[in-house]
């Protein structure tokens, strides 16, 4: 067993890690490198790249076949990482419960083999059964494991109306509260959440809230005259940008409306970037309405991502209602460290209005409310130096709190916490 003043040995179990580029695999990859960075072993099981592969994050982290075939070894920085091979992510819902399966099985036994030698367990989640998979891994060494809560499951999808039948959604509430009881410690990503938790029953001691972050040196304020916005026509144009999941928590009607009612403001342009679920309704929409106003553009890689943020005048965020009780979009984070300002659809009582309020970057509107995000676009296109203002509020409120240093010594004093106190119960 490590001491806690030693190196911790951590086992990282997460769905995504690098090389794939969703955004949970970016947090988790750059937790993982700041915890080595002070003085963590880490090992990841997770894995072959299929939501957003990276295609310069594959070229520079080799993934070498063993195992048949079925298992991949890759390192990252000296982070040891197995890959379980999953196929490019499908729409079917079936098929991916079965690659959960397989990914929960085979992590399960490189646990018990290869990568054995651990003193605690991290796993955030979705998906929820990621937490019976560490609480197994964690059970057969006999040491803590850390559940951390991105998505508040199964309530963030039988709020957007995925989960209907009563008697999965009562399983699954079930397997929650399973979790809950038998981690070590719940780290939520905000104090809402925190909230949220507690009246779900959570001891207030076994919760920490630790939020998400942004590599505020690689994203930081740059011109709107750069490469990316030359080569797709936006470079002098006012640039209303989302970039990111094209997911069923996004409400892209009500944007689309909004491109609709400024068709006369030839300076405003919409920019869309990125794949999801959403991606082929998204260019049916805007084939029919015919708006040469909006440009839609395929995931990029991971090195054009400041220029995308700086090509844009406001960034919005266009959640569904209800969805921000139980979600939090950390791309938030992403736009402030950009100093941009923030247009945040959300609920009044949401974690992603408080940060947008607090940090006095943007507007927060109404969720579905068009007339409102139209106004919000005018007032940000209008008032331009009101707009940069807010955007450098945005830049210091990150750099005060969210940047990778910051948020990752939480987690080192934490994961150390929690194995110094393992040690005195072992050692009683």
């Keep these: 067993m490590a001491s806690s003043t030693t190196s911790p040995r951590v086992l990282l179990l997460s769905l ?12 988790m990859t750059e937790l993982a490198q700041e915890l080595k960075a002070l003085g963590h072993d880490i090992t990841v099981l997770t894995t072959t790249p299929h939501y957003n592969e990276e295609p310069e994050g594959r070229a520079r982290q080799v ?11 890759s ?4 982070i040891r990482i197995y890959h379980a091979r999953v196929p490019s992510k499908g729409r079917r819902v079936i098929s991916r419960l079965f690659e959960y ?31 019976v998979n560490a609480w197994m891994l964690a059970r ?22 995925v989960l209907r039948n009563r008697r999965l959604i009562s399983a699954l509430t079930r397997l929650e509260r399973f979790i809950y009881d038998r981690s070590s410690r719940v780290v939520v990503i905000s104090e809402h959440f925190r909230r949220r938790l507690l009246a779900k029953g959570v001891p207030e001691e076994k919760l920490e809230v630790i939020p998400n972050f942004v590599d505020a040196d690689f994203i930081h304020p740059r011109p709107q005259d750069n490469a990316f ?12 940008c989302y970039a990111g999941n094209l997911g069923l928590t996004q409400d892209f009607e009500s944007l689309l409306s909004a491109a609709e009612r400024l068709v006369g403001f030839p300076e405003v342009r919409f920019l869309i970037v990125g794949g999801g679920a959403r991606r082929a309704w998204l260019e049916e929409e805007l084939a029919a309405r015919r ?20 090509t844009s005048g406001v960034c919005v965020i266009p959640m569904k209602p209800g969805t921000t009780q139980d979600t939090f979009p950390s791309k938030v984070y992403t736009i402030m460290a950009a100093g941009r300002p923030v247009i945040a659809a959300a609920d009044a009582d949401s974690e992603l209005a408080a940060v947008v309020e607090t940090a006095r970057c943007g507007d927060v509107i109404e969720p579905g409310d068009v007339d409102g995000l139209v106004d919000a676009i005018r007032r940000a296109y209008e008032a331009r130096e009101e ?4 955007g450098e509020r945005g830049r210091r409120f990150v750099e005060q709190n969210h940047t990778r240093g910051v948020v990752a010594r939480k987690y080192d004093r934490l994961i150390r916490d929690l194995i110094a106190g393992d040690e005195r119960r072992r050692g009683a």
């Design 101 to 131: 399966g397989w990914f929960h099985l085979a992590s399960t036994l490189l646990g018990g083999t290869v990568a054995r030698d651990f003193d605690i367990v991290l796993a955030p989640s979705p998906p929820l059964t990621i937490g």
């Design 387 to 390: 707009s940069a203002a807010r």
């Design 291 to 310: 708006l040469e106003n909006v440009t839609l553009l395929d995931y990029q890689p991971r090195s054009v991502v400041p220029d995308i943020y700086a």
């Design 140 to 161: 057969m060494r006999g040491v803590p494991f850390v559940y951390n809560v991105q998505e508040i499951y199964p309530d963030v999808a039988v709020q957007l109306g």
């Design 229 to 240: 916005s030359r080569a797709h026509g936006l470079a002098g144009k006012f640039v209303v």
């Design 16 to 27: 995504v890690f690098s090389p794939d580029g969703v955004s949970t695999s970016v947090i």
């Design 75 to 78: 390192e990252l920085d000296g």
């Design 63 to 73: 993934l070498r076949p063993g195992f048949g075939g079925l298992i991949y070894t």
